[in-house]
């Protein structure tokens, strides 16, 4: 075994233990610097860390069955894990406070670190909602910019859609690309009637997670995957939210991030507009136009560099 799989077994060895997370893994690695050091440093160091008993037990006897099957998950075609001190881990991502210690990423992983604009919104939208996400990414990505979103029914799938027909039609052969970040392990497709798109993605983007293989579509995976797809973009846009949409947490979770927050306004008496309405009153950029988005990433501008 090389040493490379022996330091990645070392850092999926980290993501396996449970409850422990992302902040609890960045704590411990402020402390001994390197997930090998974690492991070699022993009981009484992982006490004077304040870890519990439960996590030192783990620590003490990592799950390398999970780790031995991730590893087998990334021989297949296209698929990759990507650590944290890997050079192909996206700065941005990087930089959020609880940042994924593992991506694993299904396509090509090198999109991650190109200069990204989430597009998401209701999973029930109108029919004009469908287009205006469509519309604004196959625009935006005619000029450069990957769109991003998390590959649900509505306005994300009308994105990744909108991305991949420009992809497709470009003379420039897809200057931007699509990347979906999912909530589920990379071995399944959720929601199932996604599938096709997936496979689009994952032949011309790239799939990305912070889910093991094998890992199901729970609840509360969905809300935080929003940190990675407001983390990966210079800036968030939102295409019809009603007031408890989890667009909003996309949003507001960017806004924490220092991304830029766009929102697409609505009529008044439209309970799918009321979301939007409430982000521009917050501060969120008012935008009708894809070009209206180009135009506000002046703070992401060392990023935004013509296609070529």
């Known amino acids: 075994m090389t040493q490379t799989t022996d330091f990645l077994r070392s850092w999926l060895a980290l993501t396996h233990v449970n409850k422990l997370g992302p902040v609890g893994i ?6 001994f610097n390197t997930p090998a050091a974690i492991f070699a440093a022993g009981r009484s160091a992982w006490r004077e860390a304040g870890l519990s008993e439960k996590l030192i037990e783990q620590l003490a006897e990592p799950d390398w069955d999970k780790v031995d099957a991730d590893l087998v998950w990334a021989e297949q075609e296209r698929a990759s894990i990507i650590t944290l001190d890997d050079e192909r881990y996206p700065s941005l991502l ?3 406070p609880d940042a994924p210690p593992v991506l694993y990423t299904l396509g090509q992983p090198e999109i991650l670190k190109l200069p990204q604009v989430a597009i998401v ?3 029930n939208p109108t029919h004009a909602g469908i287009e205006t996400a469509h519309q604004f990414a196959a625009y935006l990505t005619s000029m450069g910019i990957t769109v991003t979103s998390g590959m649900a029914m509505g306005i994300d799938a009308a994105a990744h859609e909108g991305a991949l027909e420009s992809m497709a039609n470009s003379a420039l052969k897809g200057s931007g690309f699509t990347v979906a970040v999912t909530g589920t392990g990379l071995d399944r497709v959720y929601p199932a009637k ?8 994952a032949e011309n983007g790239v799939l990305v997670s912070e889910y093991s293989p094998g890992t199901p579509p729970l609840p509360g995976n969905f809300p ?3 940190r990675i797809i407001s983390g990966l973009s210079m800036g ?12 909003l947490i996309t949003a507001r ?3 924490e991030q ?5 929102a697409v306004p609505g009529s008044i008496h439209h309970a799918l507009a009321k979301g939007c309405h409430t982000l521009i009153r917050e501060g969120a950029k008012l935008v009708e136009t894809a070009a209206h988005i180009l135009e506000e990433l002046g703070s992401f501008s060392d990023m935004l560099a013509p296609p070529s």
Do not use: D, M, P, Y
């Open 258 to 262: 220092g991304r830029e927050v766009f």
């Open 253 to 255: 979770l960017a806004s």
């Open 194 to 201: 996604n599938r096709e798109i997936a496979h689009k993605i």
């Open 94 to 96: 990087k930089n959020i």
């Open 121 to 123: 919104g209701s999973r």
């Open 26 to 31: 960045h704590s411990l690695l402020e402390t």
């Open 224 to 226: 935080r995957r929003n």
């Open 236 to 247: 968030v846009l939102v295409v019809e939210a009603a007031l408890q949409s989890g667009s």
